[in-house]
């Protein structure tokens, strides 16, 4: 499998902070995506990066990838509250016909 | 565009039953993913669709099957529903190259 696992699997912080969350994956890509899910809703898809790519920035989302690593970060800049939810990985690898998402990391941001 | 719609929101089956999911995918988007989100087991994957076709499927049993329509309608049907089988199912649909994946609300299934 070539799943994508999420680092740290719950991640805890203050109103105004960074959040940092880590996605490693097995097998070589065309992009990868993240996705956010507010409890028990469907996921929204945040941002994707091409495995030819380095960094992208979407507002107070940044993420980067590092494909001899075979790992990507997903940093949230001055977290909100309503940023608390579970952040998912997702790989769009070569031979699949679907994505194939990580178990993700649950954030809660206190106010 | 109007956003990928589920039906119904939440379900009550007892075990034995069956039951079957709607979704409407976006309008244009051809390709419906099925997921199965559970506390325990997380996002896993169920089958996908694409031109009325199952083009891929995940290691669920037999009791979990779908189909799609010429309008790209999609539904899933589980048989002989488990205790297990308690979830909230989510539904996807995609467009291009990219399978980048746009989600409906869910489906809670709750089977007593």
């Known amino acids: 499998s070539q799943q994508g696992e999420e680092d740290p699997q719950a991640l805890s912080i203050q109103e105004g902070e960074n959040a940092t969350m880590n996605c490693s994956y097995k097998?070589?890509?065309?992009?990868l995506q993240w996705y956010r899910q507010n409890s028990g809703r469907g996921l929204v898809h945040l941002i994707l990066?091409?495995?030819?790519?380095r960094e992208k920035h979407s507002g107070r989302l940044r993420v980067t990838l590092d494909t001899s690593k075979k790992s990507s970060s997903l940093l949230i800049t001055a977290s909100r509250a309503a940023d608390t939810a579970s952040y998912f990985c997702?790989?769009?690898?070569?031979?699949?016909?679907?994505?194939?998402f990580g178990k993700g990391t649950m954030l809660l941001v206190s106010p | 565009k109007a956003g990928v719609t589920q039906t119904p929101r939440y379900l009550i089956k007892t075990r034995g039953q069956q039951v079957t999911l709607s979704c409407s995918p976006i309008?244009?988007?051809?390709?419906v993913s099925w997921y199965q989100q559970t506390p325990g087991q997380g996002l896993q994957f169920l089958f996908e669709?694409?031109?009325?076709?199952?083009?891929n499927k995940g290691n669920f049993p037999g009791r979990f099957s779908g189909r799609q329509f010429s309008n790209s309608r999609s539904e899933m049907n589980v048989s002989t529903l488990e205790l297990g089988d308690s979830a909230l199912y989510l539904c996807?649909?995609?467009?291009?190259?990219?399978?980048?994946?746009?989600f409906g609300p869910g489906t809670r299934l709750l089977v007593l």
């Open positions: 669709y694409f031109s009325e076709t199952q083009r």
């Open positions: 309008s244009g988007h051809r390709s």
């Open positions: 990066i091409r495995s030819n790519e």
């Open positions: 996807a649909s995609s467009s291009g190259r990219q399978k980048t994946q746009y």
């Open positions: 997702a790989t769009d690898a070569p031979g699949y016909s679907t994505l194939t």
């Open positions: 097998t070589s890509i065309n992009n």
